[in-house]
């Protein structure tokens, strides 16, 4: 069976590893199941993702999914896209064989959360679209949980381009359908999705025909609940969850 498992608040804060998450990880690939790190967080590359894993104990195998990787597969090679993101969705992007270009005429505009967001990008990105071109987002969180608390996501960048511009984006990422055919190609129609969001994880584990795992350890907290779509299993902590489905 897989397990499709979250990074930001399940895997980690920020840069610190959650307690007994590695150990977790050894635990479900020693009794064979399959794990995948399915992650909204498109801004750092795909390399770096992996090598952050690595350094807290848990080789990656190649098993990052982002949401960068998502909406690279909604552009056609060969065409040319306005980027307001970060360095994983450029390389997810060119990766593609598209360009990828901060200012001009565009077929598509992708945006993905980044720090460095302002308003005369915003212009451009408004511009851009009014003027014919897609826009498409790596996903729509409203936050992301860090270290030092809450952020705002690349739903919150997301939503002013689409108040200026006067459209909806399609979202590549969690839940949406771009996420939910590449994850069941990968992962095939059995398995626990275990996140700690239930308005991207909860709802991702429901398109995906997956049991829906709650962990409290980021944005959901245990004053939270009861929440929508109500979970399958609820527990503190991924390794928690983990010592509890497996019973060891």
């Known amino acids: 069976m897989a397990w499709v498992i979250d990074l930001d608040g399940v895997v980690w804060r920020g840069d610190v590893a959650l307690p007994g998450a590695a150990e977790a990880v050894a635990k479900l690939r020693a009794a064979g199941e399959q794990v995948v790190f399915a992650t909204n967080f498109s801004f750092s590359p795909v390399r770096e993702l992996e090598a952050k894993l690595a350094s807290m104990g848990i080789p990656p195998e190649g098993a990052v999914a982002t949401s960068a990787m998502a909406a690279a597969r909604l552009v056609e090679p060969g065409e040319r896209a306005l980027l307001l993101g970060g360095p994983g969705v450029r390389e997810a992007l060119e990766e593609r064989g598209i360009e990828v270009v901060t200012d001009g005429d565009a077929d598509v505009v992708v945006v993905g959360w980044h720090r460095d967001f302002t308003y005369e990008r915003m212009t451009v990105a408004m511009r851009a679209v009014r003027g014919g071109a897609r826009l498409l987002a790596t996903n729509d969180d409203a936050t992301f949980p860090s ?36 994850l069941l190609e990968r992962c095939g129609p059995t398995g626990t999705m275990v996140g700690d969001r239930p308005d991207t994880d909860g709802r991702l584990a429901r398109a995906l025909g ?27 902590t991924l390794a928690e969850l983990v010592d509890q489905e497996l019973r060891v």
Not at 210 to 235: E, M
Request: charged content about 15%; aromatic content about 4%; glycine content about 12%.
């Open 147 to 182: 270290a030092d608390g809450l952020l705002p996501g690349g739903g919150a960048i997301l939503a002013s381009i689409e108040r200026a511009a006067g459209v909806t984006a399609t979202v590549a990422g969690k839940p949406y359908a771009p996420t939910v055919a590449d």
């Open 210 to 236: 997956y049991r829906w795992a709650l962990v409290l350890s980021g944005v959901t907290t245990a004053d939270d609940l009861p929440v929508d779509p109500a979970p399958d299993v609820v527990a503190a």
